[in-house]
């Protein structure tokens, strides 16, 4: 299973808990799309689990900037996933981003509103923000491969799954 989280914002811990908590501990590999806030917290989340693709956001310090990537690729079972924190230029910007790295799914953060929109010609997922959902639904994304491509669940930190959503991967 691959686990999507996303702005995290705090300063000595990464503030999981719950399902989100359990789901990373499951899981292959986590994605994180920016705003840690602080290198103790991407230290926090490498201690749950052994595989942590993490890219920066706008809040994060230069001890962050300096480990890890704006933007990067990751493969996953065969998929191509882009990661980044945001986009100037909102959904068009994002869909573009993953257009050019051949991207069967762009993960994205910054807004705190898990969502997914399959609307564009690739697919984006906002995990939201399991620690700091400014309004919005706590959540984390659960995604796993399947025979047609990735399925996934937008869950909260209680357990609650409240979009589920498909995403076809194209074959190399």
């Not at 499951?26 to 595989?51: K, P």
């Not at 993960?107 to 399991?130: M, T």
Request: net charge negative; hydrophobic share 35%; aromatic share 4%.
């Amino acid at each position: 299973m691959l686990v999507v989280i996303s702005d995290t914002h705090a300063t000595d811990g990464h503030r999981l808990c719950g399902r989100t908590l359990d789901a990373v501990r499951e899981a292959d590999a986590v994605i994180h799309a920016g705003d840690f806030s602080r290198e103790a917290v991407l230290d926090d989340v490498e201690r749950e689990v052994d595989v942590v693709y993490g890219v920066t956001g706008n809040n994060d310090d230069a001890a962050l900037r300096d480990r890890l990537p704006r933007e990067r690729v990751v493969g996953y079972e065969g998929a191509t996933v882009a990661v980044r924190h945001r986009s100037g230029s909102g959904a068009t910007g994002l869909v573009m981003f993953g257009r050019e790295r051949d991207a069967d799914l762009v993960v994205f953060g910054h807004s705190h509103r898990p969502e997914f929109d399959d609307s564009g010609a690739v697919p984006l997922l906002n995990p939201g923000s399991h620690a700091q959902p400014r309004g919005n639904r706590p959540a984390h994304a659960e995604v796993t491969r399947t025979a047609e491509g990735l399925s996934g669940e937008l869950v909260t930190p209680d357990g609650e799954v409240f979009e589920t959503f498909s995403v076809p991967v194209r074959e190399p």
